[in-house]
Nanobody, 126 residues
């Protein structure tokens, strides 16, 4: 059983930045960030594997960066130039897959996650 704890959410104005953190209770392989806006399904945002291969959604490409610190079992999501449409609950997840390719996030589903964090709220005002 892996426990995941997100932090770093908050409220910012459009154009602002936030950095989310996800601390894992044990070793992790492929990690991902999902988000869920009110009234919408959970969508994949970014993913990273143990070799630092990454995949990001087209909607956040160039603005969001996923990274990890294996010495701390922590994954980060740096979010820059935030927009109101980025408002959502952000969830950290450990994926069932062992590796990430550029195609991972565009096809990622909730069922691809083995473990979930509780989520952290990000609110962007215009």
């Amino acid at each position: 059983q892996v426990q995941l704890q997100e932090s770093g959410g908050g409220s910012v104005q459009s154009g602002g930045s936030l950095k989310l953190s996800c601390a894992a209770s044990g070793d992790t392989r492929c990690m991902a960030w999902f988000r869920q806006a009110p009234g919408r399904g959970r969508e994949g945002v970014a993913a990273i594997d143990i070799d630092d291969s990454t995949s990001v959604a087209d909607s956040v490409k160039g603005r969001f960066t996923i990274s990890r610190d294996n010495t701390k079992n922590t994954v980060y999501l740096q979010m820059n130039n935030l927009k109101p449409e980025d408002t959502a609950m952000y969830y950290c997840a450990m994926l069932k897959t062992a590796f990430v390719t550029p195609h991972t996030v565009p096809t990622m589903k909730e069922s691809d996650a083995a473990y979930w964090g509780q989520g952290t709220q990000v609110t962007v005002s215009s």
